[in-house]
């Protein structure tokens, strides 16, 4: 087969010249004439009934069109079927400090804050909950009275016998560890306009990485049909899980909007974005894993308590990731898991890159890391005693088809100097490896049926314009050009030729969504079926007109010509009219299900873990440890991925670098620190995402394994990586300076206070105090 | 409030417009001039997707009172380039992944022109340095810096092919 002429090149994103030169239209960069500005009014209180709310003022306020509260839209709504425990504005109790009680539309900005400072909400606090293991306790003044004891979800798996395996293991360690809250920050606040048509229609644009969910709940909170509702995804400056579900401005708009008949915006302020969170939470992770005398990982048991805030959104998804992702990436024939979702008086944390694999993953590969040396063993020579052979199904059911893990395990050491370094830098100097893996897509949608994950449809008309109507959610990924790439190799036509309309459910079939890492794969899938359909037509109307054999042509750089004979060559234009004369019309639709095979086990909890395919990630950190100030200077991270196929080099190691980046701040910087249910970092001054100053050299290092269901060949890219990047801090740390940090984020406060136990105890035996772990 | 008539020249165009007192620049060019390619991604000026060239110095818009700002040669994104053409710098950003999501784009953008007006030949941790008050969370910098590089190889592609300024 003659190589890709479009697939595997490093092409420059399609959307990068409206990037640049400032044309690109998010969604608070839209207007429209008569538009109002919504702003939302916020709990006070943690936890507090509502006992009324006077909005009387406010609406006599001149300027003010419209006031809303829970009794204008008191349906509820959850991304899960099983968590419908949302209201736009809260009906009877408020549950977080930030929850949405009333919002406004007004003429002004300034005209609907002060409308908000006259809404009267007469609260009565009752008493809340801000530690999960404290909450679990509850015996009364649960959060949600359908949830008893505040535990949204508990899940208990084991797939062999650990505790056997265990018995049976030389080496078996015990540990808990503890990863602070963490939050997307993407740089995009969240933004929805709501239109109020003339014709009782609903339009609304939103930064959403979910549109069709977002388009289900709109019409379920309006009591409006689908059919009547037109949701468009603009620009998104950015998602990382933070608009994979729907978000209340996301509500509040249409809602203020049917209300005021005229259009509304509401724009998040910063300070909101970090209220409306989301993100990935507080973890505790007690693990236990058991070691062969010859470094084979018999068995690993965890508990895991997430700390969930005050509404289910992803939450089971998320605890059920951390358990079906936490053995999987080795070859574990014992595996237990407890896991725990508690509700607390927080935002509600959800999806958020790596979802649910990130905290896991630190423990495990930290422990793994601390036997490996109790064994006496290289870190990396234990996880290559421990690998899969795919394809294979793992312990828990998840179906494996192609694993590029080892390839990436010795590209990282390679290009790390693993060998040459490891046990000879100097004290406060250090290497640490770690792994990681994440799914190309979830097998089972959010909403059980049987209906494509993806569908695509592409036109051809008589000026030869190859249009591509798709789902799909372009967030910053890159992910309408790789659907536009795919179209273009297999139609033989050039970039240019191809035109994108997206994320439009007026216009485009129902695509999923951007998260768990989908898009790449599933619809990719679905533009690959698409293509290939359209090829087929087209080379049945050239091949008519050549009076030759449709499987004697190819079709390159926008042109269709037989591979045996030079002198039938047809131009894509003359091939396009000739198609549509010939057919009718020149249409084709693709459409993606992930195969049965590879939907995962039976038993309860099941569903959360299996996907088509899953990628691969090792990495290899270099840092130094200021042994005076606990500081941490990383040097240089070597990330080797598994993509499957890079079908662009460039956004692929863009997704790998950006991985690594936001794996870095959760290791050593991110937190969000909360009293009493208020955040003390509710910005981007407090809340410190690595800017190029903390953020070293990174390295990332494709690995093509090929995968024999991926659009040629691909898996995902976007997520998987992140979660290696931590675990090898902590431990090059240990190389480093020999004390384990068992906390995120890794501060220099717990490395010197580390530091200051670690000589102590040496002190009170007697030992040197300077000289590493080796 | 009483508005009052303000003078801007705004990507080498005077225009005048009636705003309040205490308005924002930001605010002025997304509202009052359709500009929205200065986006507001903080509360407290600490991301930079906001800025623009203030007399060829980076500056944050959102923390700028537009009227003081009368006389000032003010450029924003829409104006690093005559429209239909792309700046050094621009394209860089475009074939070197530097713009993923591309809303802090406009920010890099306006602090890496002005780093190179002023320093045509940084080093690596010169760009690091200058570009340390734009936060990106898509990226982790390297594509940006890969950009920054193009930029400057397209840079100096065309100081070749013009004669050398006298003095050098």
Redesign the interface.
């Known amino acids: 087969m003659a190589p890709h002429s479009i697939i595997g090149k490093p092409l ?2 399609t ?12 969604t ?2 839209l ?1 429209v004439a008569g538009m109002l500005c919504g702003r939302i009014l916020h709990s006070v209180h943690p936890h507090a009934r509502i006992r009324s709310i006077d909005t009387s003022k406010a609406e006599a306020l001149p300027g003010v069109k419209a006031v809303a509260t829970g009794k204008d839209a008191p349906n509820p709504y959850g991304i899960l079927p099983i968590g419908h425990d949302e209201r736009v504005f809260a009906l009877d109790k408020a549950r977080y400090i930030g929850d949405n009680v009333a919002a406004v539309a007004a003429t002004s900005a300034e005209i609907a804050e002060q409308a908000l400072e006259l809404i009267e909400v007469n609260y009565e606090p009752l008493p809340a909950w801000f530690d999960p293991l404290e909450s679990m306790k509850a015996t009364s003044n649960w959060i949600h009275e359908e949830r008893p004891n505040n535990i949204e979800k508990e899940y208990h798996h084991e797939f062999g016998n650990a505790e056997q395996a265990f018995a049976e293991s030389a080496f078996v360690s015990e540990e808990r560890y503890i990863t602070g809250e963490v939050t ?6 969240h933004s929805t306009l709501a239109i109020w048509e003339p014709d009782g229609r609903l339009t609304v644009y939103s930064s959403t990485q979910v549109p069709y969910y977002l388009h289900r709940t709109i019409s379920e909170v309006c009591e409006m049909p689908m059919s009547q509702i037109r949701v468009i995804k603009p ?4 998602g ?1 899980g933070g608009k994979s579900e729907v978000i209340p401005l996301e509500v509040a708009a249409p809602v203020l909007a049917k209300k005021a008949h005229r259009p509304v915006k509401i724009t998040y ?3 909101e974005v970090f209220y409306a969170h989301r993100g990935r939470p507080y973890t505790i992770v007690d693990i236990k894993v058991g070691l062969t005398r010859e470094g084979r990982i018999n068995a690993v048991a965890a508990r895991v308590v997430q700390d969930g805030g005050a509404y289910c959104g992803y939450g089971p998804v998320t605890v059920l990731y951390s358990g079906a992702l936490l053995g999987a990436i080795y070859d574990i024939p014992n595996v237990r898991y407890d896991g725990y979702r508690v509700l607390t008086n927080k935002p509600a944390c959800g999806a958020m890159r790596g979802h649910g694999t990130v905290n896991v993953r630190f423990a495990f590969e930290s422990l793994l890391d601390q036997l490996a040396h109790d064994a006496g063993l290289d870190p990396v020579d234990v996880r290559r005693r421990n690998l899969l052979k795919a394809p294979c199904i793992t312990v828990n059911g998840l179906r494996v088809t192609s694993y590029g893990l080892p390839e990436c395990i010795e590209k990282a050491v390679e290009r790390s100097g693993w060998a040459e370094k490891r046990g000879k830098l100097p004290y406060g100097r250090g290497l640490g490896m770690a792994c990681s893996h994440y799914v190309s897509g979830a097998a089972n949608p959010i909403i059980r049926s049987n209906m494509p994950h993806t569908t695509v449809n592409i036109k051809v008309d008589r000026d030869a314009a190859v249009t591509l109507f798709t789902g799909a959610s372009e ?4 992910s309408d050009t790789i659907q536009a790439q795919i179209v273009a190799e297999v139609m033989g036509v050039k970039m240019e030729r191809i035109k994108l309309v997206a994320a439009d459910t007026g216009l485009t079939p129902v695509d999923l969504g951007s998260y768990s890492s989908r898009v790449t794969f599933m619809a990719g899938n679905a533009c690959l079926e698409a293509a290939k359909n359209l090829r087929a037509q087209l080379f049945a109307a050239v091949a008519r007109k050549f009076a030759c054999d449709p499987a004697g042509l190819d079709a390159r750089d926008d042109f269709i010509f037989s591979t045996e004979d030079q002198r039938l060559r047809m131009s894509f234009d003359d091939a396009a009219v000739a198609a549509i004369d010939f057919h009718g019309a020149l249409v084709a639709t693709g459409t993606y299900a992930p195969p049965e095979e590879s939907r995962g086990g039976k038993h309860k909890g099941a569903g959360v873990g299996p996907s088509p395919s899953y990628s691969y990630s090792a990495q290899v950190v270099e840092l130094s440890v200021d042994t005076e100030t606990g500081q941490v200077r990383v040097h240089r991270i070597v990330a080797a991925h598994d993509c499957g196929k890079a079908l662009n080099p ?2 692929v ?2 997704q790998i ?6 794996g870095l701040g959760q290791a050593l910087q991110e937190e969000m620190v909360w009293k009493e249910g208020r955040l003390m970092n509710p ?3 407090e809340y410190r ?1 690595p ?3 903390e ?1 070293p ?2 390295e ?1 290092i494709i690995v093509e394994s090929h995968d024999p269901e991926g659009p040629f060949g691909a898996k995902e890219a976007g997520e998987g990586s992140l979660a290696a990047t931590i675990p090898a801090v902590a431990n090059a740390i240990y190389d480093a300076v020999g004390v384990r940090i068992n906390s995120l984020p890794i501060t220099p406060e717990k490395i010197l206070a580390a530091l200051r136990e670690k000589e102590t105890q040496r002190g009170a035996k007697g030992v040197r105090s300077n000289g590493g772990p080796r | 409030m009483n508005k009052e008539l303000i003078r801007l020249k705004v990507n080498g165009e005077v225009g005048e417009i009636a705003v309040p007192p205490q308005k924002l620049l930001l605010d002025v060019l ?2 009052d001039l359709g ?10 000026s ?2 930079g ?1 906001c800025a623009v060239l203030m007399d060829g110095v980076p500056m944050l818009s959102c923390v700028a009172i537009a009227s003081c700002y009368q006389g000032a040669e003010i450029v ?3 104006g ?2 005559p429209p239909g053409t ?1 700046d050094p710098v ?2 860089g ?5 530097g ?8 920010g890099f ?1 306006i602090a890496t022109r002005a780093l190179l007006d002023r320093n045509p030949n940084p080093t690596l941790e010169e760009i ?2 200058a ?14 810096y890969e950009s920054v590089k193009y930029a400057l190889e397209r840079a100096h592609a065309w100081e070749v092919a013009r004669p050398a300024p006298a003095g050098k």
């Not at chain 2, 500009?35 to 407290?44: F, I, M, V």
């Not at chain 2, 950003?93 to 992944?97: L, S, T």
């Not at chain 2, 570009?131 to 940006?144: A, E, H, V």
Request: aromatic share 6%.
């Open positions: 420059p994103m959307d990068g010249p409206d990037k640049v030169t400032g044309l690109a239209k998010y608070d960069d207007a997307h920050a993407a740089m995009e606040p620009l998104v400056g950015g990382f302020t910063r300070e967030i910053g990924q890159g460039l956004t190691e863009g670098e950006g991985s690594v980046y936001m910005s981007l001054l995402i800017s190029t100053l953020t050299e990174i990332s | 997304r509202e500009l929205t390619g200065s986006k507001r991604g903080c509360d407290d600490s991301c997707c924003t994104v829409e690093l380039a792309l621009q394209e950003f475009v074939v070197a992944g713009a993923q999501c591309g809303f802090c784009t406009p953008l690091r340095v570009l340390s008050s734009n936060l990106c969370r898509c990226t982790g910098y390297m594509q940006i």
